[in-house]
């Protein structure tokens, strides 16, 4: 049997992707190191949402290539760059021994088994018309919180992305399944349950035929063991009421929703295809603060996208200025090949595009420096996540995702486990950091 190193790239998808992988090669007697130097098998997990993600997915591939010319090994590459371009990659990179997509990793064994030396393999195929369940998963040993996966693909049609493409049409899991993997994280000490999709809040539409999160959450609440419940990736447009309800009653359910809104102005928005307009945008943020409070919003925005004018973006610069999202991210529109957008007139300046993602990220460290010093007094539940040195340690809030935002350091007079919850007074605040200490 074999030693796998599997280097994942990209989103939260794609980690439980590797996680399932993971799982399924360990089921088969293959054992999964954490170094590439000790393995027989290297897997590179890659991302291709946008040019950056595709430069490093490309660097890394070359990167693992390189520690093959000094030991006999395998090289396999998978995910989202292998199924967008399998045959330039396979004529590009020769060092590569196997490409498969991102409908594969449930064979992912039987494609071991089959490789025969010097016969290099490409397996892409088209997203099944049903969600590929995959039952098994690998948790790292000590993991206190984890990504639980709802549905696959994405029927959006935004004008910019690829994702539908590369991951096929929106498909939801099946209730029983999603419940039955939770159950299993939570035996296993998972504490912080992240609920992912493209879409979390199309869940079930295509199954079940309405909008059913709120009877999923409701289901995962009552699970013993599971602490936190997020939320990531809702669309304004189906937002419900139900949902909102559902978050503002249930304790265990974060007061922190996720919602890529893109921009504001209306002219922007229908090019990029968005089932919002800036009426519907403003009404939503009224909506979500009034039914759920404390809540905090996470958004992202486009700069630069096709034709947005000064005008145009200014609009969206003061929707920021009066909104104050809690989190932001903001992105400088990439051209990706293949989209409607990149088709489009009046593309911008690489140079305009940035200058606009500066400013309003400036913007958002004013904003978040004064909703972070607002909380300082307050106690707050902790996610303890690492511990750094001479008792001081990292950690997250209700309102901090996982690898996208940013939390709170704090100080403890006594030692502290990874994955614990403690109550943290906030003593002072930075641009995205809260600083603390433990109170008992």
Same mark, same amino acid.
């Given at each position: 049997?074999?030693?796998?190193?599997?280097?994942t790239?990209?989103?939260s998808k794609?980690?439980?992707?590797?996680?399932?992988?993971?799982?399924?090669?360990?089921?088969? =007697?293959?054992?999964?190191?954490?170094?590439?130097?000790a393995?027989?098998?290297?897997?590179? &997990?890659t991302?291709?949402?946008i040019?950056?993600?595709?430069?490093?997915?490309?660097?890394?591939?070359?990167?693992?290539a *390189?520690?093959?010319?000094?030991?006999?090994?395998? /090289?396999?590459?998978?995910?989202c760059?292998?199924?967008?371009y399998?045959?330039d990659?396979?004529n590009?990179?020769?060092?590569?021994?196997?490409?498969i997509?991102?409908?594969?990793?449930?064979?992912?064994?039987e494609?071991? +088994?089959g490789?025969?030396?010097?016969?290099?393999?490409k397996?892409?195929?088209?997203?099944?018309?049903?969600?590929? %369940?995959?039952?098994?998963?690998?948790? *790292?040993k000590?993991a206190?919180? $984890?990504?639980?996966?709802i549905?696959?693909?994405?029927? &959006?049609?935004?004008?910019?992305?690829?994702?539908?493409?590369?991951?096929?049409?929106?498909?939801?899991?099946r209730?029983?399944?999603?419940?039955? *993997?939770?159950?299993?994280l939570? %035996?296993?000490?998972?504490? *912080?349950?992240?609920?992912?999709?493209?879409?979390?809040t199309?869940?079930?539409?295509d199954?079940?035929?309405?909008?059913?999160?709120? %009877?999923?959450?409701?289901?995962l609440?009552?699970i %013993?063991?599971?602490?936190?419940?997020?939320?990531?990736?809702?669309? $304004?447009?189906?937002i419900? +009421?139900?949902?909102?309800?559902?978050?503002?009653?249930e304790?265990?359910?974060?007061?922190?929703?996720d919602?890529?809104?893109q921009?504001?102005?209306?002219?922007?928005?229908?090019d990029?295809?968005?089932?919002?307009?800036?009426?519907s945008?403003?009404d939503?943020?009224?909506?979500?603060?009034?039914?759920?409070?404390?809540v905090?919003?996470?958004?992202?925005?486009?700069?630069?996208?096709?034709?947005?004018?000064?005008?145009?973006? =200014?609009?969206?610069?003061?929707?920021?200025?009066?909104?104050?999202?809690?989190?932001?991210g903001?992105?400088?529109?990439?051209?990706e090949?293949?989209?409607?957008?990149?088709?489009?007139? &009046?593309?911008?300046?690489? &140079?305009?595009?940035?200058?606009?993602?500066?400013?309003?990220?400036?913007?958002?460290?004013e904003?978040?420096?004064? /909703?972070?010093?607002?909380?300082?007094?307050?106690?707050l539940e902790?996610?303890?996540?690492?511990?750094?040195?001479?008792?001081?340690?990292?950690?997250?809030?209700e309102?901090?995702?996982p690898?996208?935002?940013?939390?709170?350091i704090?100080?403890?007079?006594?030692?502290?486990?990874?994955?614990?919850?403690?109550?943290?007074?906030?003593?002072?605040?930075?641009?995205?950091? /809260?600083?603390?200490?433990?109170?008992?």
């Open positions: 049997m074999m030693k796998v190193y599997i280097e790239l990209g989103c794609n980690t439980v992707d590797s996680e399932n992988a993971a799982a399924l090669l360990e089921g088969n =007697s293959h054992t999964i190191v954490d170094s590439p130097e393995a027989d098998v290297i897997i590179v &997990n991302c291709a949402f040019k950056d993600a595709k430069i490093e997915s490309i660097d890394t591939i070359l990167e693992m *390189e520690i093959k010319k000094d030991k006999e090994l395998l /090289l396999i590459v998978s995910g760059l292998s199924q967008r399998i045959e990659l396979y590009e990179i020769p060092e590569v021994d196997i490409f997509g991102v409908n594969e990793y449930g064979k992912i064994n494609i071991l +088994d490789y025969e030396s010097d016969l290099r393999i397996k892409v195929s088209e997203a099944p018309a049903i969600f590929d %369940e995959i039952p098994v998963r690998r948790t *790292e000590g206190a919180s $984890e990504y639980l996966r549905a696959e693909g994405c029927s &959006n049609a935004c004008s910019y992305c690829i994702i539908p493409a590369i991951r096929g049409a929106y498909r939801s899991r209730k029983e399944d999603i419940i039955a *993997e939770a159950v299993m939570a %035996e296993r000490g998972i504490r *912080e349950l992240n609920i992912i999709a493209q879409d979390v199309a869940y079930g539409f199954l079940y035929g309405g909008y059913v999160l709120h %009877e999923l959450l409701h289901d609440c009552k %013993e063991g599971i602490h936190w419940i997020r939320l990531l990736y809702c669309y $304004e447009d189906s419900t +009421d139900d949902l909102l309800k559902t978050i503002a009653e304790k265990k359910i974060c007061k922190y929703l919602i890529p809104l921009h504001v102005n209306d002219r922007v928005l229908h990029m295809n968005r089932n919002s307009t800036s009426q945008i403003h939503t943020i009224d909506r979500v603060r009034r039914i759920v409070p404390r905090h919003i996470r958004t992202t925005f486009i700069t630069g996208f096709p034709g947005e004018s000064d005008e145009e973006f =200014s609009e969206l610069a003061d929707f920021v200025e009066e909104t104050e999202f809690n989190r932001m903001v992105f400088s529109y990439s051209l090949e293949n989209t409607v957008a990149a088709e489009m007139n &009046n593309q911008l300046d690489d &140079n305009i595009k940035e200058s606009r993602r500066e400013a309003l990220m400036q913007m958002q460290r904003i978040s420096l004064k /909703l972070n010093e607002a909380k300082i007094g307050q106690i902790v996610f303890v996540d690492e511990a750094l040195e001479d008792g001081t340690y990292n950690g997250r809030t309102f901090d995702a690898e996208i935002d940013d939390g709170v704090f100080t403890s007079e006594h030692e502290l486990e990874p994955g614990i919850f403690v109550n943290v007074e906030i003593t002072d605040a930075f641009d995205y950091d /809260l600083i603390g200490k433990v109170v008992e």
